[in-house]
């Protein structure tokens, strides 16, 4: 009985463990600076950040900074909130080791 309860309990916390790292197991890309088109899979308003897949499969994980340029197919500014999860979008981003830096995002 006591083996089957030390048993489950490191179950429990493994359990624990994987749920709270729900992001951190989220595989993403780096790829080149360079301009790519895709699909927003995950828009977090609160932390400025975006989930792009692009056309060729690669995830990006994009946090939005002050000199990154939002604005709509036509080219007017947008605002953040005017992204949605499953909208298209085309990103220029540029490398700066291992993160990716977004320069501007049109909203297509």
């Known amino acids: 009985m006591k083996k089957l309860i030390r048993i489950l309990s490191v179950a429990i916390c493994g359990l624990l463990v994987f749920q709270s790292c729900g992001e951190a197991n989220k595989k993403t890309d780096i790829v080149d600076s360079g301009t790519y088109q895709g ?64 320069i501007a995002v049109k909203i297509l």
């Open 39 to 102: 699909v927003a899979e995950e828009v977090d308003s609160g932390e400025q950040e975006i989930y792009v897949r692009t056309t060729d499969g690669k995830l990006l994980e994009l946090y939005f900074t002050g000199r990154t340029a939002l604005t709509r197919a036509d080219g007017t500014p947008a605002e953040f909130s005017e992204l949605t999860e499953g909208g298209n979008v085309e990103v220029q981003v540029e490398k700066t080791g291992n993160k990716l830096e977004p």
